[in-house]
């Protein structure tokens, strides 16, 4: 039959079908690649990443084909209702203006080097040894700048992979973001970390003390709990690196990292993990298992985490709903750490080396390293990068952004997993999604009482308000249109940057 005599429904009928067998594929990937950052031993990884690789060529050869593409641009999308109309979009944009410019082959030894390159980051890491790892990441690097010229690009290369974890980003609208914090905040910090009051004392009282891990499993449990994380729909592991996974609304995955030595990294992985995951898990049942089943982009989920970890989860009131919990499972009042010391701890600022341990204010120069070190990366599309030379850029910037120079790879190069994963262009995000989470923040402060429902560890209201302004809606609403929707206004990180020096300056006595 002729594909122009196919009614619209049949049309569409025929689309989620084959979108069915693609998710499927997806499905599978997803649940080896859990399998291997949680489960697998180190030996297997050789034949997963065949397999991944196998799944991988099967999910691109079912939506790039000639067939499907044909069938997806015969329909008019005028006629469809939103979702239908939505998916269609995503579809095109997804899948012919993207993934359907690269190779099929050269797909699926990219999906196989990077399960690869991810375990061989994970030996690096712990040996402390980069030449373990840089032959990976040159050849993660070389594929990305193959890909951005199939792609094709407007402005700087870097374009190309910005939009990817936020739609319509470019080097002008960050430079432009980042050009803020470094005139706002780079003075500000420095005011601060001149400014000790003692609480170098009280941390290494803090760091005396054995948190034992299955202590602190009970612990991320219980602030699951009253989070309302679905524990019917989700899962909490551990890994080398706390990441979220998910299939759909109703299969959510979570993993933090337990230290002996650090109880507040493992309190704060939990939380801001469990963001991404209420996220995942309030995701409107009609498009869960759609291409429009996940979070809008990286920012948005950004801001969700860190609205969480931070501004909630750090707030004086909610860890003085919290410091009973601790105290009856650890003894810190013991050790002379009372409600205002813990507080203090949990918001102190320094000049650090570990971006996940990095303090709320610092945060964005940790960001900002890594977005000029991946601009630059990117510039030059033809010669290839040097990695050895890369170590050094890392180290000098932090020398130059925060006064420290890394003394070994670990708290270095190689503390992130991303690069290891082909995540180029993802960092931003983070700034972006905390800079988002304060405007939405001051938006949730005028329909309830935040401080209030902190000190009661009481979420209820928070969540309720947060799934029906954006988590329901998945991908069916763009950043722009979801921020606009909830907090009336564009985008605008004043919001952001105010709100961390009122809090610093409150917290350190510093006059601004």
């Known amino acids: 039959m002729n594909i122009k005599e196919i009614s619209i429904q049949d049309k569409m009928s025929k689309v989620k079908k084959v979108m069915e067998r693609k998710n499927s594929l997806e499905h599978a990937k997803t ?7 949680t489960e697998a031993p180190s030996m297997a990884v050789e034949r997963i990443s065949k397999t991944l690789g196998f799944f991988a060529e099967e999910e691109y050869s079912t939506v790039i084909n000639e067939d499907f593409k044909n069938l997806v641009y015969s329909i008019d999308v005028e006629k469809l209702n939103e979702i239908d109309k ?8 997804e899948f012919f203006e993207k993934m359907e410019k690269i190779p099929k082959e050269e797909y699926r030894k990219y999906s196989e080097l990077k399960i690869l390159s991810v375990k061989k980051w994970e030996e690096a ?6 030449d373990l790892f840089k032959g990976y990441l ?3 690097i070389e594929f990305q700048k193959r890909f951005i010229k199939y792609r094709g690009y407007e402005g700087h290369p870097y374009n190309v992979l910005l939009d990817d974890y936020e739609d319509g980003m470019t080097v002008e609208l960050v430079n432009d973001f980042f050009e803020k914090v470094k005139t706002r905040l780079s003075p500000f910090i420095k005011k601060i ?3 000790d009051q003692g609480i170098e004392k009280i941390q290494k009282e803090f760091e005396k003390i054995n948190f034992d891990k299955e202590k602190q499993k009970k612990l991320s449990q219980y602030l699951l709990d009253i989070m309302k994380f679905n524990m019917e729909k989700g899962v909490l592991k551990e890994s080398e690196h706390p990441f979220t996974t998910n299939i759909n609304n109703k299969d959510v995955r979570l993993t933090t990292h337990y230290y002996e030595d650090n109880l507040l990294s493992s309190i704060y992985s939990t939380i801001h993990e469990a963001g991404h995951g209420l996220y995942e898990q309030n995701i409107d049942d009609e498009i869960t298992d759609t291409i429009l089943g996940g979070g809008v982009s990286m ?3 950004e801001s969700q985490s860190r609205i969480y970890e931070n501004m909630f989860g750090r707030s004086r009131e909610f860890l003085g709903f919290l410091y009973e919990k601790i105290d009856n499972l650890f003894e810190i009042s013991k050790r002379g750490i009372l409600e205002e010391e813990l507080y203090r701890l949990a918001n102190r600022v320094r000049n650090s080396f570990i971006r996940v341990e990095a303090d709320e204010l610092t945060y964005p120069i940790h960001i900002l390293i890594r977005y000029e070190l991946e601009k630059e990366i990117f510039e030059n599309l ?5 990695v050895d030379a890369l170590v050094e850029k890392w180290n000098d910037k932090y020398e130059e952004y925060l006064g420290i120079r890394p003394s070994d790879f670990r708290e270095g190069i190689l503390q992130d997993v991303h690069w290891s994963e082909g995540l180029f262009g993802y960092f931003p995000s983070y700034a972006l999604g905390s800079a988002y989470g304060s405007q939405i923040y001051h938006a949730i402060g005028k329909i309830t009482d935040i401080d209030e429902n902190m000190k009661n560890g009481d979420f209820t209201r928070i969540n309720e308000i947060l799934k029906n302004e954006i988590h329901k809606y998945g991908k069916l609403k763009t950043p722009i249109e979801l921020l606009k929707d909830m907090t009336k206004e564009i985008f605008n990180p004043e919001y952001y940057i105010n709100y961390l020096i009122e809090k610093y300056s409150k917290i350190y006595n510093v006059e601004v």
């Open 31 to 37: 649940l080896l690649h859990w399998d291997l950052e």
């Open 382 to 386: 033809t010669n290839k990068t040097d």
């Open 125 to 130: 890491k712990n040996k402390n040894d980069f």
């Open 138 to 140: 040159s050849d993660i």
């Open 86 to 93: 939505k998916i269609i979009e995503e579809i095109k944009e």
């Open 299 to 301: 920012g948005i989920h």
């Open 193 to 195: 970390v001149e400014k």
